[in-house]
């Protein structure tokens, strides 16, 4: 009788103390002690129990509630932008959830003093960090910048369309980071991107994602002209054509990233589309009191060189170009920044482009 009233006793009191409605202290016939999520059933088994000290000890219960927290987390959302049959409009933020693991871990500690038995776990709010009220009412266009695919082929045209739809729509709130890696993510052929021309170690060869190199470019002009910071960047080895020296940027899933960081003081939107042969980016967010210009100076031009290689895998008087040559250069980047009737050039960047010697193969087979 005595042991059947100190086990009720603290069983009573464990309900009470952590609210008994929620949490159902029932021994269960599989498992020593049960925890229900509202998604999931997590068991404790007594061969995880250490009984040495005569009560019940679970060694692995702080990893254990961590475990059930991060399976059951539930991000909030931010209030953002979104682009709606050609408008520009809102959507509201909505809370997330998050089990209450310092509630969970005392729950636990119960059942393990009383026998064993059964967990609710608590849920706590987790509120947005952007709210409606954030947003500003009215959006005005920042900047807008195009890039020619004009003589592309389908596979590098499906890589471009399938980075630009990644990007299409982000909202990059004040003083955030954007990084277009963690935004478009690993180019594989698993998410949809296929073999296309790369540039790697001064060569053009295949490779899966050829052509995002371009997305990344168009929206870096259009931030410099959106007046927002550049944190990282990186040029190509060779120049390209769809846009001027020094105003390139070359991306790489692992070590090559474009971040472009929100200085505006408000929200901002991004909208990317293909349209015909034209790959476009527009920042909308708060008005800019100032008009910013892209101005590339090449201060070298770098000529290669046509060198002849004698093969007797043509016959004799044939000749083949292996290697088409291509220019080398060195330029530099500036932006002119209209503001107040006043006009400056701030200098951005100093590049250097390495040549490609053409390569011409003679035949000698008689």
């Known amino acids: 009788m005595k042991v059947f009233f100190k086990i009720t006793a603290t069983l009573l009191f464990c309900l009470l103390l952590f609210g008994g409605t929620k949490t159902v202290y029932a021994l269960n016939s599989s498992a020593y002690i049960t925890v229900e999520t509202e998604v999931k059933t997590y ?10 000290f005569g009560e019940g000890v679970f060694y692995d219960l702080d990893a254990f509630c961590d475990k059930i927290a991060q ?16 408008l520009v409009t809102v959507k509201g933020e909505k809370s997330g959830k998050k089990i209450d693991t310092n509630r969970l871990k005392e729950d636990i500690k119960c059942c393990l003093s009383v026998g064993g038995g ?17 947003l500003p009412d009215k959006l005005y266009l920042r900047a807008e ?5 004009h003589g592309s082929d389908q596979s590098r045209i499906n890589n471009l369309k ?9 909202t990059v709130y004040k003083d955030e980071t954007f990084s277009f890696n963690a935004c478009v993510g690993v180019r594989s052929e698993d998410l949809g991107f296929k073999n296309a021309k790369v540039i790697i170690g001064g060569k053009f060869v295949d490779g899966v994602g050829g052509g995002v190199c371009q997305v990344s470019t168009t929206l870096y002009n259009t931030a410099l002209l959106a007046d927002l910071k550049i944190t990282e960047h990186h040029r190509h080895t060779l120049a390209v054509g769809y846009v001027e020296k020094s105003f390139d940027a070359m991306v790489s899933y692992g070590y090559a990233d474009l971040k472009i960081k929100n200085t505006s003081g408000a929200p901002i939107y991004i909208c990317g589309f293909t349209e015909g042969e034209r790959l476009t980016f527009c920042v909308y967010g708060a008005k800019m009191n100032k008009k910013v210009e892209r101005h590339s100076v ?18 004799q008087g044939e000749t083949k170009t292996v290697t088409l040559p291509k220019r080398g250069y060195e330029s530099e980047g500036y ?23 053409g390569v011409t193969e003679v035949g000698t087979c008689l």
Not at 71 to 86: I, M, S, V
Not at 162 to 170: E, P, R, Y
Not at 298 to 313: G, L, N, R, S
């Open 298 to 315: 090449i201060t070298k031009v770098i000529e290669p060189e046509m060198k002849t290689v004698f093969t007797d895998a043509l016959m």
């Open 43 to 52: 068991r404790i088994y007594k061969s995880d129990i250490d009984f040495a």
């Open 145 to 149: 910048f195009s890039t020619s695919f």
């Open 335 to 357: 932006l002119i920044v209209t503001e107040n009737g006043k006009t400056e050039s701030l200098f951005l960047r100093k590049d250097k482009y390495k040549k490609v010697d």
């Open 118 to 134: 059964s967990v609710m776990a608590r849920y706590t709010e987790v509120l947005a960090d952007y709210k409606l009220q954030d």
């Open 162 to 170: 399938l980075a630009t739809k990644s990007i299409n729509g982000v």
């Open 71 to 86: 399976e059951n987390y539930l991000p909030p959302e931010n209030a953002k932008y979104q682009f709606t049959d050609g």
